[in-house]
């Protein structure tokens, strides 16, 4: 997984204790919905998966609380930012800059602060509470949605064109005895004010960053099917909300066929290939067609003659830029070759390609010095790669459209055909890459996993997979 | 900040850790690099400001001179080692280093009064960057000779040893013209105390947990010799050598006596996800943990299977023996004592109890052999017992014993990398398919 390292993340983080509640959703009318256990693991790995690639946080330092108060003694940095399990944060290095602005500006509570209660109240969808002023004033809790009479503090505010309301800050006005419908974080807003603080909502600029979840919100079936089942199209009546989510996880990702980049490089480490070796050599070779890593693994593994490389990959032009460089290239000169091929390669398919990493590919100056950047681990000198490329050029390949997730009977089917003696897969991190936590289901990308290791293990005489197996992406 | 009840995290936060190489001022060898010698050097001091701080590789920075040091990180102190420093012991040090930068008014280093300008000695300076970045990020000061206007002193009247290493250089407020020789840090010190701030010699408490090879103040190549491999008999008169082999013995040895008979949890490295149709045939795996059961759990179980069990530790081969014989997977506290409060199942990764009871009785029940070997150490010994296991399908379980602090503390890079080849070349030639579990060893140096 390409997680960006960036300073601003890792300010972030020194800063910040992530949360992941799985509070029942408020609404002043109505109160507080029931969860559903099945929804709230899914909708928890997403939360989860998202923070961590996002912020770049382990997995294992982001906690799951029963509560807001639980999540603020859980632990001590200076800040906790908690999100109910749905809440998506999804960015890189712009994401972490905005947050620490907000870091900044947080006196006390950040949120979504509404009026439509009986007092003001947080949408729990996301809240960023500042831990040091929290302790300052008391450690008061959070506030849990409840009817009742209480004595709050009066804020200042006014509305805003969009129908909200602006940060509240401290009035001059004394405090006043409330009765009605109290929702999440009332009881913190009133501390707050009376600590002096303001209570932020959340500015406008992180809007591009959040992606909210409206599951208890609407019709809990409709949810039900399209997180647990799969379903990623939904149906044209489908609620608002979950059309949102949905074009979030399907569109914005890029992970519909149409705008999946074309890999022309791999950034992956050499650090999953094992270190191993076979005296009668590897006999097939199912690989992904991104970048180079499939030499780098064969070179370190080994390979004859006899070795049959079958490209697999759910993306066509990347299958067919690989095709045309197994066929066609030389070995010499990449960049000239990229440079060369692109149009026709872009002539091939209707739809305007896209590439990772685009910006390296402007020149073939800039292509060769990403190719070196890529080779460089695994093969120690020019002679080295290009003994290496002639020989494999001249073993048997086979080019498969796939894809690991949504065919798993034809993947099957592939490695029965042609999976033999010693035999590897090079999966990479397809359970676990954006494209596959935000499709499927947990229980979908084990069994997809599951189906495609029995099928290469039950027709060689040893079966390697190289890359991650799918995992469980749930807070700790 | 010395009151932090975390003194390792609170350094973190506020200290860069940066390692640099500059040339050796006033060195009996002279100022020519050893290039392979640098290398071990810069890797001990890695090694030991890891382990002694809990940072990671790539929390240390690597820096061409102590300017540049401090230009790159933006952190309230700077650490700047000369490879060959060592930090080393307990939590204590962080605690003396925390203490250390309550009292860094900007420069905290060896003073050193050999005649020409004060300086400070090239192992090890702790710097305030906020102060540096006050004074408007003066030049620390290279080695030079000739005239310069400097601010004058007034010196300690106590040492921390000899007549040459003042406690403290207080201001004056005065300046002079010296024709002299200057060393590193003669011009922050000199802009220090142009500036009013006393510049300060370590205090007592962190000067107990620093060592330094004087290397290039002895034979650069005798000490290269010897820090390739420590475990060797040493036959040498500079003392200075004799101590820092005798340091660094003394911790590789009281590593392996911490671990000794831990049951050792998860791995933190990945086991290949393979699989052998016929069964894996042979596995090596180090007595001490559980890798074996970590890795048969993954590849599969095969009651034909060889385990060799091996350790340079002999204790860690009595205890497998004893959990072999006798243990039946139940409660491993009871029966190792209760200094091994483990959870088997489930922190080996089992899915339940019962899958680890499972697992535990057919593992006992296949074939066990016990070798006393250090395959780094005795690259030969494991070759031979390669070659007296020959089988179809081997692996290897070497864990990071070829990568570990007591693997770099003992042996230079081309020893750990040439043990490591050796066990490759044995199985290449004794196996039709053989896969290494474990990490192999890397350069534990940046830059």
């Known amino acids: 997984m ?90 890189h290095g712009g994401l972490a800059s905005d947050m620490l602005k907000v870091l900044d500006d947080c006196q006390f509570v950040t949120g979504r602060i509404l009026d439509r209660g009986g007092y003001f109240y947080v949408d729990e969808q996301c809240v960023l509470v500042n831990r040091r002023a929290w302790e300052t004033a008391g450690r008061p809790s959070f506030g849990v949605p409840h009817q009742g009479a209480r004595t709050v503090a009066v804020p200042a505010f006014a509305p805003t064109p969009t129908g909200g309301i602006s940060d509240l800050t401290p009035s001059k006005f004394s405090d006043i005895s409330v009765t009605g419908r109290f929702g999440y974080g009332w009881n913190a807003i009133s501390a707050g004010l009376t600590a002096g603080h303001t209570v932020r909502q959340w500015p406008s600029f992180m809007g591009r960053w959040m992606v909210d979840c409206a599951a208890y919100r609407s019709d809990l079936g409709t949810w039900r099917e399209a997180l647990l089942e799969n379903v990623v199209a939904p149906r044209p009546t489908a609620p608002p909300g979950l059309r949102s989510y949905l074009h979030f996880l399907g569109i914005t990702l890029g992970s519909e066929d149409t705008t999946r980049p074309i890999f022309v490089f791999n950034s992956e480490a050499d650090a999953d290939i094992p270190v191993m070796g076979v005296r009668d050599s590897i006999d097939t070779a199912f690989v992904l067609a991104a970048g180079f890593k499939s030499n780098r693994i064969l070179d370190r593994i080994g390979f004859a003659d006899k070795t049959e490389v079958v490209f697999y990959d759910y993306n066509a032009p990347a299958l067919a830029l690989k095709k045309m460089t197994v066929e066609e290239w030389d070995g010499v000169d990449f960049g000239a070759f990229f440079t060369a091929v692109r149009p026709r390669l872009e002539a091939m398919f209707p739809e305007k390609l896209a590439y990772l990493q685009s910006d390296v590919l402007h020149t073939a100056g800039a292509i060769n010095k990403e190719f070196q950047e890529e080779m460089r681990g695994t093969f120690e000198s020019f002679d080295h790669w290009i003994a290496h490329w002639r020989r494999f050029k001249t073993l048997r390949h086979a080019y498969v459209h796939l894809d690991l997730l949504r065919q798993t009977d034809d993947i099957r089917a592939m490695i029965r055909h042609r999976a033999k003696g010693h035999s590897f897969m090079w999966i990479s991190d397809a359970f676990n890459a954006p494209y596959a936590v935000a499709r499927f289901s947990w229980p979908h990308r084990r069994k997809a996993y599951d189906s495609l290791a029995d099928a290469l293990a039950e027709g060689t005489a040893s079966s390697l997979l190289i890359g991650g197996a799918p995992t469980l992406w749930l807070a700790s | 900040m010395s009151g932090a009840s975390d003194p390792k995290r609170l350094l973190r936060e506020h200290v860069d850790f940066v390692l640099v190489n500059v040339p050796p001022f006033d060195a009996i060898a002279g100022h020519t690099p050893f290039p392979d010698l640098d290398l071990r050097l810069a890797e001990l001091t890695a090694c030991f400001t890891m382990a002694t701080f809990d940072l990671q590789l790539q929390d240390l920075s690597f820096a061409d001179s102590h300017d540049t040091a401090l230009a790159r990180g933006n952190k309230d102190f700077c650490l700047i080692q000369k490879f060959g420093h060592i930090f080393q012991g307990s939590d204590d040090v962080a605690t003396a280093l925390l203490q250390a930068t309550d009292t860094c008014a900007f420069l905290m280093g060896h003073i050193m009064e050999r005649g020409g300008y004060y300086y400070l000695h090239d192992q090890c300076v702790l710097v305030n960057r906020r102060a540096w970045e006050r004074l408007e990020r003066p030049a620390f000061g290279k080695p030079a000779d000739g005239r310069k206007t400097v601010a004058v002193p007034r010196r300690s009247t106590a040492d921390v040893h000899d007549d040459y290493t003042p406690l403290f250089l207080d201001p004056t407020g005065r300046e002079t013209e010296q024709d002299a020789a200057y060393g590193y840090g003669w011009n922050a010190i000199s802009q220090s105390l142009k500036a009013g701030i006393q510049v300060a010699n370590w205090a007592d408490a962190p000067r107990r947990w620093k060592h330094y090879c004087y290397a290039y103040y002895g034979d650069p190549a005798e000490w290269q010799r010897a820090l390739g491999d420590v475990t060797q008999s040493l036959h040498t008169n500079d003392s200075g050598l004799r101590g820092i082999v005798d340091f660094l013995k003394q911790a590789a040895n009281e590593i392996p006596n911490k ?39 993954a590849v599969g179980i095969h009651d034909a299977a060889r385990i060799v069990h091996y350790d340079h530790n002999e204790a860690a081969l009595t205890l497998k023996r004893r959990l072999i014989a006798h243990w039946d997977g139940e409660d491993f506290t009871a029966f190792a004592g209760p200094e091994h409060p483990i959870a088997f199942h489930h922190d080996l990764g089992f899915e339940s109890k019962d899958s680890w009871l499972r697992h535990w009785q057919r593992f006992k029940g296949l074939c066990h052999e016990f070798i006393r070997l250090d395959p780094l150490a005795e690259p030969d010994a494991m070759v031979a017992a390669v070659q007296t296991n020959t089988a179809k399908t081997v692996m290897v379980a070497v864990d990071d014993c070829f990568d570990d602090s007591s693997a770099l503390i003992r042996f230079d890079w081309h020893r750990r990398k040439a043990a490591y080849d050796s066990l490759i070349g044995a199985l290449k030639a004794n196996a039709e398919l053989y896969v290494v579990v474990g990490t192999p060893p890397r350069r534990r140096i940046r830059g």
């Open chain 2, 259 to 297: 671990i000794v008979a831990l049951p050792g949890t998860a791995l933190p490295f990945d086991i290949p996800a393979i699989r052998f149709n016929g069964g894996l045939d042979c596995l090596f795996a180090p007595a001490r943990g559980f890798s074996a059961n970590l890795i048969l759990n």
């Open chain 1, 2 to 91: 390409a997680f960006s390292l960036d300073a601003d993340q890792a300010a972030v983080r020194r800063r910040v204790d992530f949360c992941i509640v799985k509070l029942p959703v408020f609404d002043p009318s109505l109160g507080t919905s029931l969860r559903d256990d099945a929804l709230d693991v899914r909708l928890e790995e997403l939360t989860t998966y998202f923070t961590v690639f996002s912020f770049n946080t382990p997995r294992h330092h982001i906690f799951l609380a029963r509560s807001v108060d639980e999540a603020l003694t859980a632990s001590d940095k200076d800040y906790c930012l908690i999100q109910n399990a749905g809440h998506i944060f999804y960015g």
